[in-house]
């Protein structure tokens, strides 16, 4: 079993619709979680962390923890097809063996917003 | 604010002919530094990082090397390209402690031929 899964997609939507992305994890000493955005052929760039259980919430992007069910989500409110790229979950935790924080990603789910 | 360069962005490269890759990040200093490699449609995989000068650590055995001569510079290497080398290669970095929230370069498209 991956630490970290995420659906890889593809998921269409209209524009303007409301999109939720997940991702599930395992490993629970994982201690912040993060989203990236990428576009096709292009490194990620980050958009939103998140430490504790809740929403955090930056323009039409809300990311969402809940600890307990090991289970977080990026809702993207009136997405837009410049919205169109894959989405990458990302946690952090410490690693016992090398006694720094690494991050794990998930593989990513494609999204696709159709104008 | 900080940058990070990567070059070149795209390179079709024999089997077994060497590689050079290098990435530079500018306005911070002693970055955590990292290689990723990501193949289509698949997760990102952590091949080498660096917390300083001369220090690198591998994550998982491959035909490639790393090495780090400047603080803000990272350069990955092989002597001789495996066909199974070919993917997006990423430079990355970070400061030191939580999150370790790491932000990445543009990436280098590397086919092996």
């Known amino acids: 079993q991956k630490e970290v899964e995420q659906d890889p997609g593809p998921l269409s939507v209209p524009e303007g619709a409301i999109v939720s992305l997940n991702c599930t994890y395992s490993?629970?000493?994982?201690?912040?979680f993060m989203w990236y955005r990428q576009y096709s052929r292009k490194g990620p760039e980050l958009l939103m962390y998140t430490y504790s259980s809740g929403n955090k919430e930056d323009g039409r992007f809300t990311a969402q923890v809940d600890k307990s069910s090991k289970y977080i989500s990026l809702f993207i409110r009136d997405s837009q097809p410049s919205d169109s790229a894959t989405y990458l979950c990302a946690m952090s935790a410490m690693r016992i063996d090398t006694g720094r924080r690494a991050l794990t990603f998930g593989s990513g789910t494609r999204l696709q917003v159709q104008p | 604010s900080q940058t990070i360069h990567q070059w070149p962005a795209t390179l079709v490269q024999p089997v077994g002919s060497p590689l050079s890759l290098e990435c530079t990040v500018e306005g911070t200093s002693n970055p955590n530094l990292y290689w990723y490699r990501q193949a289509a449609g698949r997760g990102l995989q952590l091949l080498f990082y660096?917390?300083?000068?001369?220090?690198i650590s591998s994550e998982v055995p491959q035909n490639l090397s790393a090495s780090r001569p400047q603080d803000r510079q990272f350069i990955l290497s092989s002597k001789k390209l495996l066909l199974s080398d070919s993917g997006f290669y990423l430079c990355?970095?970070?400061?030191?402690?939580?999150?370790?929230?790491?932000?990445f370069g543009p990436g280098t498209r590397l086919l092996v031929l």
């Open positions: 490993n629970s000493a994982f201690q912040y």
């Open positions: 660096s917390v300083g000068i001369g220090q």
């Open positions: 990355a970095w970070s400061v030191g402690g939580a999150p370790e929230t790491q932000y």
